[in-house]
């Protein structure tokens, strides 16, 4: 039994017009021109008595998911010629909207003006739109499978709230993972789970705990949640910070380095063992848009004279290793080429910037000819899943000649964690900006050794 029901009773409980069951408001593709714009309030309105929240909303990316830069190239210098081509990603012409710019998708306005037009598609994922969300239709939250019922009753997770402007009731589907899960798990036009962040979830120790996304992505805090609210304890904060964020990326995976034999002499062959662990985050990481980010390790030895040593990782023999391994040389992307016109398009560096030999924690997507793509929506099937798990470790080997003339005394080893959030030579290729892609350190651990005379 899916939620929806009880949830659309609770609708109608809470007084709003749900007379007939043909009438009831639709989920995703369904709900396409199902409800205009002007049956949202903006955010603006909202923002007059919900000050911190609307700060706060302005501030996550949520608020700016149709606008945003980067979201903006990849819908309509990609997406929307690719769908004008291939029958087989049409959908995704509006879908993407559904995510991205759902104001935009129930309108029917689609695709919506470009975000320098400044139609309410800008609005993105706003906050009528949330507190419109009455539940979701199926049994698993995905493709945007929502149901918006926007109107003078707005949802929100307390009984009993007063307001001068609008009806509230009390919706526990917004306390739930399954609420974020509608948006945060994705479907490609073949069938793969091009994202998954709450079936990670799920399935992982934060899920089986029942700690949902909000306990770490909107933390409580004492305060009021409207300038004439009353004074509570734990007051839902609207951060929704995520890979966007160094502060929330840094230290999110820790590593530790340790060498095998601490005293060593010139020549030997060392092992170096590295334990990587994704200590923070309640999924995998990288998770949601996994095609795009590049999350790797790297190793340098210095010795006591200063010079450097990059140590490539040992590979380990499972099959897929290759894509996790980088390479200076490999090509990848060739699916944009007649998304852009371009059929002789060669591809582009696989894993810029990542040094030669590091070892990189990735999913890759694969294309129907089964090369990497940047294209969720192009996906037919995946690589070998090198991503880091919530709260297990991982452990990688160094195996290394230290060279003949490395002088006595100390051998630093340092081990650093790095992620970009796309992969540098896609960036550059569209031009999306540097501040999009420049690698961001989230961790590091040194260990020494001694070489003897
Ligand atoms: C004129 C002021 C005002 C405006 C405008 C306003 N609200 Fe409210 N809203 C309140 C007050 C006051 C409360 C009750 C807060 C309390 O006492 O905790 C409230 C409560 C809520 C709740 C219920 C919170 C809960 O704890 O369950 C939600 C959801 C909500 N508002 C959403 C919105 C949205 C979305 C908009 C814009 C479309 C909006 N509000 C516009 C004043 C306003
Ligand atoms: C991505 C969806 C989303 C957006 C966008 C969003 N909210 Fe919320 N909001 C939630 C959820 C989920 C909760 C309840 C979390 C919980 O209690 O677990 C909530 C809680 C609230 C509450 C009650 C807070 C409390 O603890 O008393 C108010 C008021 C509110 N939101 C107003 C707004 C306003 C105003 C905006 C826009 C500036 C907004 N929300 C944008 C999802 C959203
Ligand atoms: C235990 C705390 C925790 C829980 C639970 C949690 N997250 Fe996160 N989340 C994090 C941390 C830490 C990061 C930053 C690391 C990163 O970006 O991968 C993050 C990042 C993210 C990102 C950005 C990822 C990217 O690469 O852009 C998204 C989206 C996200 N979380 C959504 C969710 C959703 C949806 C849920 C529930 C299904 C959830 N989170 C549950 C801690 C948590
Ligand atoms: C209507 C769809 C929708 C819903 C519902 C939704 N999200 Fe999102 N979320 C998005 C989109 C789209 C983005 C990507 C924004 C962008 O373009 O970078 C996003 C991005 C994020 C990020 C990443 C921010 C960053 O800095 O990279 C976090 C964290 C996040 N959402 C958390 C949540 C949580 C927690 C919930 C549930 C309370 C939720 N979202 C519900 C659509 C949604
Ligand atoms: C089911 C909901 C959903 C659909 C459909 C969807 N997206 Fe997203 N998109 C998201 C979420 C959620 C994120 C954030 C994930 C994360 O941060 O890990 C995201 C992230 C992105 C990003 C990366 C943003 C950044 O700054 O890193 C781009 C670009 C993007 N989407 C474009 C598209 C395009 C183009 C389409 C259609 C082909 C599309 N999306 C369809 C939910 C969706």
Not at 79 to 84: F, S
Not at 183 to 193: A, K
Not at 322 to 346: H, K, R
């Amino acid at each position: 039994m899916s939620k929806t029901l009880p949830m659309l009773l609770a609708l109608v409980a809470g007084g709003a017009s749900l007379a007939l069951a043909a009438d009831a408001p639709k989920a995703g593709d369904a709900a396409i021109g199902t409800i205009p714009y002007d049956r949202f309030e903006r955010p603006q309105v909202c923002a007059t008595c919900h000050l911190d929240i609307a700060r706060q909303h302005e501030q996550a990316m949520m608020s700016q998911a149709y606008t945003h830069h980067w979201d903006e190239i990849e819908y309509f210098r990609l997406a929307v010629p690719h769908a004008g081509i291939e029958p087989k990603v049409a959908g995704v012409r509006a879908g993407c909207n559904g995510c991205h710019a759902p104001l935009a998708l129930l309108a029917g306005d689609v695709p919506p003006p470009e975000p320098a037009a400044g139609s309410r598609a800008n609005e993105s994922v706003s906050c009528d739109l949330c507190h419109s969300v009455v539940g979701f239709e199926g049994e698993t939250p995905y493709n945007f499978n929502w149901i918006s019922s926007p109107g003078k009753v707005k949802q929100g997770p307390r009984p009993g709230r007063v307001s001068p402007h609008h009806e509230t009731v009390e919706n526990p589907f917004l306390r739930s993972a399954e609420f974020c899960g509608t948006c945060h798990n994705e479907q490609s036009p073949f069938g793969t789970w091009v994202k998954a962040t709450h079936l990670e979830w799920r399935k992982g120790p934060h899920g089986r705990a029942g700690i949902v996304c909000q306990e770490c992505h909107m933390p409580p805090a004492a305060g009021r949640s409207a300038k004439m609210g009353e004074e509570l304890p734990d007051v839902r904060q609207h951060l929704f910070h995520g890979a966007h964020d160094p502060g929330k990326l840094a230290g999110v995976v820790e590593v530790r380095i340790h060498p095998v034999e601490r005293e060593i002499e010139p020549g030997d062959r060392i092992q170096l063992v590295a334990v990587v662990v994704n200590a923070k985050a309640g999924h995998e990481v990288p998770t949601g848009s996994a095609e795009e980010r590049l999350l790797w390790l790297d190793v340098e030895a210095r010795d006591a004279r200063g010079r450097t040593f990059h140590l490539p990782v040992d590979p380990k023999g499972f099959p897929g290793e290759e894509l996790t391994i980088a390479s200076a040389t490999a090509l990848a992307y060739q699916d944009i080429g007649p998304m852009v016109g371009d059929a002789a398009f060669p591809g582009l560096l696989r894993d810029a910037p990542v040094p030669a030999g590091d070892r990189i924690f990735r999913l890759p997507y694969l294309d129907p000819e089964g090369r990497m793509t940047i294209a969720q929506w192009n996906t037919a099937s995946f690589g070998t899943d090198y991503r880091l798990a919530p709260l297990a470790a991982r452990t990688e080997t160094f195996t290394w000649t230290v060279p003949d003339d490395v002088p006595p005394g100390e051998l630093t080893v340092h081990a650093r964690i790095w992620y970009s959030r796309l992969v540098a030579s896609v960036a550059e290729h569209l031009g999306v900006p540097a501040e999009e892609w420049q690698p961001v350190p989230i961790n590091e651990h040194q260990t020494t050794l001694t070489v003897l005379d």
